[in-house]
């Protein structure tokens, strides 16, 4: 299979799973009063998801 196809198919896969992680009933488990090290749980949540899209989106583009 051709490197671009399976990198698109990869991101495509991607985008539809950061659909779902930032839908509204998956944001709705989140947004408590709860705080981890003094930051709000649903920013907390919001930034890790965010930072790992960003990380596995690096890591499918420029993976050999």
């Known amino acids: 299979m051709n490197r671009n196809r399976t990198a698109g198919q990869r991101l495509v896969v991607l985008f539809l799973a950061g ?6 009933p998956l944001l709705t488990l989140f947004n408590s009063p709860r ?7 649903l920013y907390a949540y919001l930034f890790l998801v965010w930072a790992g899209f960003i990380g596995l989106m690096a890591w499918i583009i420029e993976r050999k």
């Not at 705080?35 to 749980?41: C, D, E, M, S, V």
Request: proline share 8%.
């Open 19 to 24: 659909v779902v992680l930032f839908n509204y």
């Open 35 to 41: 705080t981890i090290a003094g930051i709000p749980l």
